[in-house]
């Protein structure tokens, strides 16, 4: 009976030893998970803040245009709001936080302007993303 106590006191070191890896290796790879879930959940809040500042730089242009045809000027363009208030054209671009915005205007006939509004931003140093969105804006009423 000796003996058999003997075997197992090794056998219980050894399933201490096992259980402890096992169980390093669960939390490694729980925290691992957590990481990536994180790092995801970041990742999709930035696209989703990217989209709504590309929407909102071509309803502003819609509205510039709706104001005045003749702000439809082509280039590129940031925006501004104004005191009144009321989107505007200000600079080459417009930096909203952490995310560029350029609003371009191009023409496509007489009586159509091309807008296209690109969001870029750094999800991590030395990495890029960007959206981008265009439409056709046409002068309103023909005049």
């Known amino acids: 009976m000796r003996m058999t106590m003997k075997k197992r006191r ?4 050894i ?4 259980a402890t890896g096992i169980l390093v290796i669960a939390v490694a ?3 691992y998970a957590s990481l990536l879930a994180l790092e995801l959940s970041v990742r999709t809040a930035d696209s989703a803040r990217a989209a709504a500042l ?5 309803d502003a242009a819609v509205s510039i245009r709706d104001r005045s045809w003749n702000e439809m000027v082509d280039g590129n363009h940031g925006l501004a ?3 009144t208030p009321r989107w505007t054209f200000s600079g080459n671009s417009s930096v909203v936080d952490g995310f560029t915005r350029v609003v371009t ?3 496509y006939d007489t009586n ?3 807008v296209t509004s690109t969001v870029s931003w750094n999800p ?3 990495q890029s993303a960007s959206l981008e969105s265009t439409t056709l804006l046409t002068k309103w009423p023909f005049l």
Do not use: Y
Request: glycine share 10%; no cysteine; net charge negative.
């Open 105 to 107: 205007v191009s023409t």
């Open 10 to 13: 090794g056998i219980t070191l």
């Open 54 to 58: 590309n929407e909102e730089g071509i």
């Open 29 to 31: 790879a729980s925290a």
């Open 81 to 83: 709001i104004d005191g």
């Open 112 to 114: 159509t302007k091309k």
């Open 15 to 18: 399933e201490v030893i096992v």
């Open 124 to 126: 991590k140093p030395n």
